[in-house]
């Protein structure tokens, strides 16, 4: 157990929705990033966020945005989704920049 | 560019046989290094990392990777390899520009024959 949680870990929504996955960080760890996961693709960087603020954004489209909260949990909001959004969603803290990252389980989103 | 190339895609080997999986990076400077391994539907574990010093490092589950800045490799080892680590490996490093930035690999598929 990586002490990184999200939920939900199972997600089936229709096209053209828009869903929220949330992960709660390690404690005391202050960056949370966001992956995306799909068998084309690969793992795929999004974003970053630190104490709250963006730090660096990946490959992460205009339907999707993000934000870590004051108590240090993040939320990846995704809309207008696509057949090709499905895919594991991962997201991860680290105590600092540069330290090495502690994944979460994961969100399965599969949209029909 | 900052890039990490894992060269081999899928590799297989039989159990009780040693592994080598390479891991090569694009950067000016030495990076922070890490080796993670996804197991199916589960999330990334961290292996072991580098950061400086000694370039042998030591990780988890009894594997280990070496830091060689001549090749811009940081490959992992494992002497005896077990039915359990069939899984996914990824390589990732962190470079420093401006801000700190991940990079990982694509992965290296293992699959362990009985």
């Known amino acids: 157990d990586s002490g990184v949680t999200q939920t939900p870990k199972h997600l089936i929504t229709a096209t053209g929705q828009r869903v929220t996955l949330r992960c709660s960080p390690r404690?005391?760890?202050?960056?949370v990033y966001w992956y995306q996961q799909s068998l084309d693709q690969g793992l795929q960087f999004l974003i970053q966020?630190?104490?709250?603020?963006?730090?660096a954004k990946g490959n992460i489209l205009e339907r999707f945005s993000a934000q870590q909260f004051p108590d240090l949990h993040s939320e990846l909001n995704l809309s207008s989704l696509e057949l090709g959004d499905s895919a594991l969603y991962f997201c991860?803290?680290?105590?600092?920049?540069?330290?090495?990252?502690?994944f979460g389980p994961g969100t399965r989103l599969t949209v029909l | 560019a900052q890039s990490v190339t894992q060269p081999d895609i899928h590799i297989t080997v039989s159990e009780g046989a040693s592994l080598e999986l390479r891991c090569n990076y694009s950067?000016?400077?030495?990076?922070?290094l890490f080796w993670y391994v996804q197991s199916p539907g589960q999330g990334l574990q961290l292996l072991l990392k580098?950061?400086?010093?000694?370039?042998l490092v030591q990780g988890i589950k009894g594997f280990e990777a070496e830091f060689k800045r001549s090749q811009s490799s940081f490959n992992l080892r494992k002497p005896s390899v077990h039915w359990s680590d069939a899984a996914e490996y990824f390589c990732?490093?962190?470079?420093?520009?401006?801000?700190?930035?991940?990079?990982f690999g694509t992965g290296t598929r293992l699959k362990v024959l009985a």
């Open positions: 580098y950061f400086s010093g000694d370039t």
């Open positions: 966020y630190y104490n709250g603020e963006e730090r």
């Open positions: 404690s005391g760890d202050l960056s």
């Open positions: 991860a803290s680290s105590v600092a920049g540069g330290s090495e990252q502690f």
């Open positions: 990732a490093v962190v470079i420093t520009s401006g801000t700190y930035k991940y990079i």
């Open positions: 950067y000016g400077a030495t990076p922070y």
